[in-house]
C-alpha cells in the first residue's frame, strides 16, 4: 500500500514563498513520475509540476519561472514556490504514477496567499 504525505501549506502574503513536501511510503524511484497538482474551489484540478525517475522536470506555464520541483531523498519531492500570487491559492496535491501508472494521491495541503 503506498502512502504519500503532503505538508507545508499555509497563509503567505502575495509575493512571498513556501516550500511543500510530499512524503513517499516508498522509494520514488519505484514510481516512473511524481507530481504536483492543485485544486482551486469551483476549478478544475490543474498540473503545476513534474519529476520523473530521471529526474526531467516540466511546469504549467503559469508557475515556471516561479515553482521548483525537486528531490533530496529517496522517498521526498519538494515544491519551492516563489513570487507567490493569490491566483496561486488552492489545495495542492501529490499524485505518484508507479510503472503500470497506476496513480497514488495524496490528501492534499492548503496554500492560501492574501494579503
Known amino acids: 500500500q503506498v502512502q504519500l504525505v503532503e505538508s507545508g501549506g499555509g497563509l503567505v502574503q502575495p509575493g512571498g514563498s513556501l516550500r511543500l513536501s510530499c512524503a513517499a511510503s516508498?522509494?520514488?524511484?519505484?514510481?516512473?513520475?511524481i507530481h504536483w497538482y492543485r485544486q482551486a474551489p469551483g476549478k478544475q484540478r490543474e498540473l503545476v509540476a513534474s519529476?520523473?525517475?530521471?529526474?526531467?522536470t516540466n511546469y504549467a506555464d503559469s508557475v515556471k519561472g516561479r515553482f521548483t520541483i525537486s528531490r533530496d531523498n529517496a522517498k521526498t519531492v519538494y515544491l519551492q514556490m516563489n513570487s507567490l500570487k493569490p491566483e496561486d491559492t488552492a489545495v495542492y496535491y501529490c499524485?505518484?504514477?508507479?510503472?503500470?501508472?497506476?496513480?497514488?494521491w495524496g490528501q492534499g495541503t492548503q496554500v492560501t496567499v492574501s494579503s
Open positions: 499524485k505518484a504514477d508507479d510503472s503500470t501508472w497506476t496513480s497514488y
Open positions: 516508498r522509494s520514488l524511484f519505484s514510481f516512473n513520475a
Open positions: 519529476i520523473t525517475r530521471g529526474d526531467s
